[in-house]
Every structure is written in C-alpha cells, then in structure tokens.
C-alpha cells in the first residue's frame, strides 16, 4: 500500500512514499526511545507490518475470547474509548450501564434480588481480577469469623481441582492462601465433589467449582458439592462456602440449561465470576463478579473517594480502564436478549457437534470433551507411537490454524490432547475445512518415519547410581510411565501451570 507523506520537520528530504523513504532502510530500536521523530504514516506503516506476523484472531481456536463483533458495537467502542471508567461523576451513564449489567446478569444467576433491589457486584478486567476480588471477599470474611471466636487465623486455604485456570493460583500465592487441588485422572478431568469435600478443614475459606473446564469445557457437579459440603458444614458446624468460576460457561448454562442448578439457586454459592469476553461475546477486557448479598461482601474491602467529584465507592485492584468494555457488554444484553444469546449458544454446539463427527470418523482420535458444557472440542491421538498431538497442533498452523495441544494436570500427565474452542464466529463451513485439514496432516505425518524406533518409544533407560556408585540402568517399559516422567521433567523445568490456556 502507497502511503504519501508530509515532509519531515528536521530534514529537507521530501517523502512521496513511505517505502522509498529512509524509514525503510534504518533499524529502529527496539528497546530505547528512537532519538528523533518520524512522520505519522511512517509510524503507522512500521507498525502496520510487524503485526502482519501475528496470527489470525479467528482462526486462534486455542482462545475463548470473542474475536468478532458487529459493525454498530465497534462505534460504540471507537466513540467511548477515551472514556476513563473510575470517573464516575463525569459519566455517570456508564457508570448506570455498570450497574444495569451486574443487575441483569444477577438475575440470570438466580441471585434473590427483588425487581426493585440492587445487586452486588462490579465490572473488572477479565476473570482474573474477578477471582481476585471475590477470593479476597472469602478471605476476610473467614478471617473476621476466626477473629471473633478467638481462633488462628493465618493459615487460610482454598480448596479447587487441578483443572483450575492459572488466575486461582496467582490469587493463592499473591494472597498467601494455601491451594489444595483435587488431583485428576484419566478419563475424569474435572474435580471430585466427594474428594473435594474430604479435603476441606476448618481453615478453608471457600471451595472453588468451575463451570467450564479450561481444558475440557466441561461442567463440574455444583449441586452435589453443594449437597456434600451441607452436609460436612452441618456435622462439623463449620460454614464453608462455594465459589463458582463460570469464566465460560455462565454465559452458556443459563441459556442452554436453564434447569441445571448451580448458581445462587444452591445456598452454599455465595459468589459468581463470569467473563464478558467470552461468551458475554464481548471484545477482551472485561469480566464481572456477582455477590450472593450485600452481607457476602465486607465493607472494609469498599472503598470511597471523593477527589473525582462526589463520593464513589470502589472495590477493584485497579483504577483507571477504559469504559468501552462495559458498554459493548450492554449493547450485547439489549442487542441479543435471551433469545438471542440462546440462538448462538445453539449454533457454537451444532457445530462443535459437527467437528466432533469429522474427527471420530477419521478413527484416529478419542474425544475427551463432553456433550453438556462449553463448545469445546477435546481430543487425543490413539497411537502416538510415530508422531504426537504437539506435532499435529505444529502441522496445523501452515494452514492457518492455532490448535493448542497440551498435557493435563496431575494426576493425569500422561495424557495429551487438542483443543477446539468453538466461538460465535467459527461457521460450519470452517468447522468442515478444520477437518479437512487434519486429515491432511495426518496422511503427511503417516508418511513420515518415527522420530524414535518403536523400541526407543516405548522403552527408555536412565542411568542410575547406588551408594557404591556403579552404573545401573533402570528400565520403564510402559509409555504411560515413559510420558509421566518426560513430563515431570518438563514441567521441572517449566515451573509454572500449564493448564492456564485461555
């Protein structure tokens, strides 16, 4: 693209195109100031170009995060961008559709809220920040209860399953809050109620459940955690109770199972984060938080200031952010309505259910997704004696198409998968052409011959040294044990979660 140009101020060199100027050939630098200007379209094409590189949004299938929104919404969000949202005196319509928002998602989540009352809850920065806050809730309202029976209360705990987004153990070490996870196993992974119950003792603040598995899109058993942790709560007399992290399915549930139970119909949940940037199909950036009552929510963690105007009340870990997300996610509430939040739900399972039939009918892989939670499309490869899921995901890319492949938490390591996300731009016809493609890489990959003889695939031997120190060689000769501890190694190195796939 030809892109005229004004004259530089500090040169007497007259650009006619940005390609022929100087900017084409100098480096910048990438990691200081540049020391002198340049022209704005220079600017603009420099940057233009290095984001050439980056993928493309709607065909990233490893994101949850709506890619795509409609023509009258991204006016909305150009027009209010360079609205700060902390100021809430100076625009005190954003701040009203704030609140029309948390109440409108409060009554979609059963919150016992009459018609004229006012929900709790707050707009934040994805679901992280939602966790956060709702963890901290947890926290000082466990601690408050410690302080007036006159009991320790510095050694809090939460408890989640393995399958838990990276966000819940960036709250346990930020907020020094022992994390005890349900581990998993093969063919079941998501939390336990039962195991998840067991672990709770007198210093959890609460039991995190999730309403869409990041690594499966699967539910967990809300109801039965509920009637399990009564249970356990009315023997002990303690008063645990439960958060749900419906990052991804609370926009999907309450539209595709309106009778499934898991959200303030339940007594025990006393919180809900969701994420508008999922399937609240909003751009990214925005998440909510809805709490149970007022009394769920200690008035110490509120804050209120008044340098802005008037006196605000505020409960966020940030400040500053731009009102443009909260907007969008009005205009999608009144946009869609119930109806339509439904027809997209619809249209994101039929066609999960279309790419589920493609790939069993190749034969080559098990789908590890379930039929009931988010349009996720979950699969491993039967025989990874000659090549893997993480090469098939490589493969995919050349066609355009970001397939994260990974392997699950504890104590399912071994197992290694794809993963789909289906969103509201993802059509048949795409679904159709991803098929398509993988057959593709499959009979590439097929011609290919094994990185590894099949004996060195399935058996390894690791040097040993006992206390005389000769050489001895320890032999495993099961691949399962054989990709535990390739993965325990990685993992070693890694030092972080690797199921925070977003």
Not at 121 to 128: A, K, L
Not at 143 to 152: L, V
Not at 177 to 185: D, H, I
Not at 357 to 377: A, E, N, Q
Request: aromatic letters at 10%; proline letters at 5%; glycine letters at 6%.
């Amino acid at each position: 693209m030809v892109v005229t140009t004004t004259s530089i101020s500090d040169s007497n060199e007259n650009l006619h195109c940005t390609f022929a100027s100087r900017y084409v050939q100098e480096s910048l630098p990438k990691f200081k100031i540049p020391d002198r200007s340049m022209p704005k379209e220079a600017a603009f094409q420099i940057v233009n170009d290095e984001l050439m590189l980056d993928g493309n949004p709607r065909l990233n299938l490893a994101s949850f995060v709506s890619t795509w929104m409609e023509p009258e919404c991204d006016k909305l969000i150009m027009s209010s961008i360079n609205k700060n949202y902390v100021d809430m005196d100076e625009y005190p319509v954003t701040t009203e559709l704030q609140n029309r928002c948390v109440n409108m998602l409060a009554h979609l989540f059963h919150a016992p809220v009459g018609d004229d009352e006012t929900a709790i809850g707050v707009g934040t920065v994805g679901s992280s920040e939602a966790i956060m806050l709702a963890g901290l809730a947890f926290k000082r309202k466990w601690q408050a209860r410690r302080k007036a029976e006159g009991k320790p209360f510095d050694k809090p705990n939460i408890v989640t399953g393995a399958n838990v987004q990276v966000c819940w153990e960036k709250f346990a070490r930020y907020f020094e809050v022992e994390l005890k996870e349900v581990k998993l196993k093969e063919g079941y992974y998501v939390m336990d109620p039962a195991k998840a119950v067991e672990m709770v003792d007198e210093n959890t603040i609460c039991v995190a459940a999730i309403l869409g598995s990041t690594l499966t899109g699967e539910f967990e058993d809300v109801k039965l955690l509920n009637e399990l942790l009564s249970k356990k709560n009315k023997e002990t007399g303690w008063d645990t109770p439960i958060h749900v992290d419906a990052a991804s399915g609370g926009f999907i549930a309450p539209f595709l199972w309106p009778d499934l139970e898991w959200d303030f119909r339940l007594p025990l949940v006393k919180s809900i984060n969701v994420s508008g940037h999922k399937y609240g199909l909003v751009y990214a950036g925005v998440g909510w938080v809805i709490w149970r009552s007022k009394e769920d929510l200690p008035e110490e963690l509120v804050f209120h200031i008044n340098y802005l105007g008037s006196d605000q009340p505020t409960f966020t870990l940030n400040f500053s952010k731009g009102s443009y997300q909260i907007i969008a996610q009005y205009y999608q509430l009144i946009r869609l309505g119930f109806q339509g939040y439904k027809s997209i739900m619809e249209n994101c399972m039929a066609n999960a259910k279309v790419l589920t039939d493609g790939i069993t009918k190749m034969g080559r892989f098990d789908i590890v997704s379930k039929d009931v939670g988010v349009p996720v499309v979950a699969f491993s490869l039967r025989d990874s004696s000659k090549y893997t899921v993480f090469e098939v995901s490589e493969h995919l890319r050349r066609f355009g198409w970001i397939v994260p492949a990974y392997t699950m938490p504890p104590d399912a390591e071994h197992v290694a998968v794809l993963r789909v996300v289906i969103r509201e731009d993802f059509s048949h016809s795409l679904a159709e052409r991803l098929v398509a493609d993988i057959e593709n890489v499959l009979k590439e990959l097929d011609t290919h011959p094994p990185r590894l003889p099949t004996k060195a695939a399935r058996v390894t031997a690791e040097k040993v040294h006992n206390d005389k120190g000769d050489g001895l060689h320890q032999f495993h000769t099961d691949i399962v044990e054989t990709q535990k501890d390739i993965v325990k190694h990685w993992r070693k190195i890694a030092g972080k979660k690797t199921s925070g796939v977003c």
